[in-house]
């Protein structure tokens, strides 16, 4: 009897150990005041020190769609009641834009209204961090910070479906050179066994697929690296030149995530868009406003983000636009330890 109810407590304890492991919390609300307010309560559970680096994505000129500077003062300000010393951080971009130079992406930043309560450091500058598929360069500023809180506006990804924290993390935290070689990591490369079914042909979102010779031929100057016609590949006849682009994203993000002291994830579901807030035209919004979340662990916050916003377009909003599966990414980030795909909402 005494070693029945001895087992039973064990059992118990085990399921609750279990419980808390297996599923990561994710706070929920659809009310930006009560975000807010939670944080202000919840912050200081989460990350410690003086510095902390806010990861978040400024915008592109015409897109209206991205973060609001008011929003993201009112974190600013809670961070800072909070005894923090906030600053915003971004990294330049690879591709023709303001954004491209650490000297235009801060003037475009102000033009936008953001730093108006704490400065904004925009720097290429990195430290290198071996992975298993290539070496990526991790943004000091970030490295450096006591913590950093990663702010990302969820909107649909040309090349990850799906753009989140990981999204947030395994491009924007890296340097030009690293993204440069995610996305040439994912070009496809033709092998052999083409059955001309056209399925690359289909799928390719930039229409870089022609036939010559009974096999494809791809375009460098118009391939994004998504790796969306390996995956639809039926015989193996292409493949990512390094790797697939939602495994280097993730392992990029992965990488960043190693170098960081303290790190909590806020993912705010409103204006989605088709498409990222690198485009001058992010396309149309395709999903009502969601509300906001926020969690340690930027798997479950990813993978609660994509659940939500199904629930509330009533379908796969960001696979129907981009055709890619925006779980794929997020799966791979949970192979490289940075979370778990399980969680549970509280609000
Ligand atoms: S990687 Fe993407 S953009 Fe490049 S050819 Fe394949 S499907 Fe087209
Ligand atoms: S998907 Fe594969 S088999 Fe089909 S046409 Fe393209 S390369 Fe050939």
């Given at each position: 009897m005494i070693l029945d109810i001895t087992s039973i407590i064990f059992k118990y304890f085990q399921c609750i150990w279990a419980y808390w492991w297996f599923f990561m919390d994710v706070f929920y609300t659809e009310d930006e005041s009560r975000l807010i307010s939670w944080l202000d309560e919840n912050v200081k559970k989460f990350l410690q020190g003086k510095n902390i680096a806010i990861k978040l994505h400024m915008g592109e000129?015409?897109?209206?769609?991205?973060?609001?500077p008011g929003f993201v003062d009112k974190i600013v300000a809670t961070l800072k009641m909070q005894g923090f010393k906030p600053f915003l951080f971004d990294s330049p971009v690879i591709y023709k834009s303001d954004r491209n130079t650490e000297e235009g992406y801060l003037a475009l930043a102000k033009e936008k209204g953001f730093g108006d309560r704490c400065p904004i450091v925009v720097s290429d500058e990195s430290t290198p961090v071996k992975m298993k598929n290539m070496t990526y360069d991790v943004c000091k500023a970030l490295s450096d910070a006591d913590c950093i809180l990663v702010l990302t506006h969820v909107k649909g990804h040309m090349c990850s479906g799906f753009g989140g924290a990981i999204k947030n993390l395994g491009m924007g935290a890296l340097s030009k050179e690293s993204k440069g070689k995610i996305h040439e990591g994912g070009e496809p490369e033709y092998k052999d066994g083409c059955t001309e079914c056209n399925a690359c042909e289909e799928i390719c979102p930039t229409g870089n697929v022609r036939f010559e010779d009974s096999q494809p031929y791809f375009d460098k100057?118009?391939?994004?690296?998504?790796s969306l016609c390996v995956q639809a590949c039926p015989t193996g006849a292409i493949a990512a030149k390094k790797e697939e682009f939602d495994t280097l994203l993730s392992e990029g993000a992965a990488a960043a995530a190693s170098t960081f002291k303290k790190a909590f994830y806020i993912n705010v579901l409103s204006e989605i868009t088709e498409s990222c807030d690198c485009m001058s035209d992010p396309g149309e919004i395709i999903c009502e406003d969601a509300g906001f979340l926020a969690s340690a662990d930027p798997v479950a916050i990813d993978a609660a983000s994509i659940d939500i916003v199904k629930k509330k377009a009533g379908k796969d909003v960001f696979k129907e636009t981009n055709k890619k599966d925006p779980m794929l990414h997020v799966k791979r980030a949970e192979m490289y330890r940075?979370?778990?795909c399980d969680y549970v909402i509280t609000s």
């Open positions: 000129r015409k897109n209206p769609h991205h973060l609001k100057t118009w391939c994004c690296g998504c940075m979370g778990s």
